[in-house]
């Protein structure tokens, strides 16, 4: 049996809840976890804002543990082995997208939110969606670069983006903080867009080299032209064509926050400076290999803070109340 904590109903608070997952699957991986971040995603699952939860919902995607068992066909992981799982925890394997190294796109894709949950003792996976991390990185802090981190990396391998680029983020929280630290490393020229000024000096300590509030309509007008790519975290409706307008020519102005407001963008904006809109979920399990490899390098880390798994729902609460700086990991 898994133990686990689970909603359910929409919105409810967690509670112990058990299942039996059957017969360990040839390709697959059961996870002793050991540490499970909580992110804002958990939140949509558990109240339904996205409609696609069920219930019982046993959330958590930000999976860190060590290998219990392997399947009898899986190769590369080992019994003891350190892991994570982020937010898929299977893909098909025969689309164009899994044949290409973008697994992350398969439409088939299943999130782990959806079917098993990181809230638990134990979670299992298809081997192709766990990946093995590097000796070096810290086990209790690892568990966001699966979602939130990758999420803001992702885009700098997609995109590829110039260690010469000026680069704005908008938002300093979960996300943003953990860009700022990428960027930076990468070699991009960063500033962040934050309305607190708190987070301005953290900002600056997490490797922004300028900041830009982004309440300040002149401010935003005095930026104009002047960034190569602009990555927005938050999920709030903001003005987008003052963004847009501070973008260089041919400028990206790109969305990893989960806005659900339909962007109001007026064409000519995009049109005269060959500008363009994008956006991207969570990255590849090789792009997350490559990512931990970054982070062990560079010493990028998000900052967390620790509650005891049992006491998911205060930390959840905690989450919901915008106290969070800026990350929460639970701890088994």
Not at 106 to 112: D, H, K, N, S, W
Not at 229 to 251: E, F, H, M, Q, R
Request: one cysteine or more; charged letters at 20%; a negative charge.
């Amino acid at each position: 049996m898994i133990n686990t904590y689970a909603a359910k109903e929409v919105g409810g608070m967690l509670e112990p809840f058990q299942y039996d997952p059957g017969t360990l699957g040839k390709d697959e991986v059961e996870i002793d976890v050991l540490y499970c971040g909580i992110c804002h995603s958990d939140l949509s699952m558990i109240d339904n804002e996205w409609g696609m939860s069920s219930y019982p919902l046993v959330p958590g995607h930000e999976v860190v543990g060590k290998v219990a068992q392997v399947g009898e066909d899986v190769v590369g992981l080992a019994v003891g082995e350190a892991v994570g799982l982020g937010w898929h925890a299977a893909y098909c394997g025969h689309c164009a997208c899994c044949h290409s190294g973008d697994e992350n796109l398969c439409a088939e894709g299943l999130p782990t939110i959806v079917n098993r949950g990181g809230f638990a003792d134990k979670v299992r996976a298809s081997a192709t969606a766990v990946v093995a991390i590097p000796e070096g990185v810290d086990l209790a802090k690892a568990g966001p670069l699966f979602c939130g981190g990758i999420t803001v990396f992702n885009p700098l391998v997609q995109f590829d983006v110039k260690p010469t680029a000026k680069v704005g983020v908008v938002g300093i929280g979960g996300l943003g903080h953990m860009a700022v630290q990428f960027l930076n490393a990468w070699g991009c020229e960063v500033t962040a867009f934050t309305t607190s000024e708190k987070k301005r000096d953290e900002a600056f300590e997490l490797g922004a080299h300028a900041t830009l509030n982004s309440r300040d309509e002149d401010a935003l007008k005095a930026a104009a032209g002047t960034f190569d790519l602009i990555l927005t975290t938050v999920n709030v409706k903001l003005d987008w064509n003052l963004y847009l307008n501070s973008l260089a020519p041919k400028g990206r102005l790109h969305f990893v926050g989960a806005t659900l407001e339909p962007l109001d963008i007026g064409a000519m904006g995009l049109i005269g400076q060959q500008r363009q809109i994008s956006g991207s979920p969570v990255g590849a399990p090789q792009t997350i290999a490559e990512m931990l490899d970054f982070a062990k390098l560079h010493k990028i880390e998000p900052i967390v803070e620790e509650f005891p798994m049992e006491n998911v729902n205060e930390a959840i609460q905690h989450l919901r109340d915008g106290k969070a700086h800026y990350r929460i990991v639970l701890k088994k």
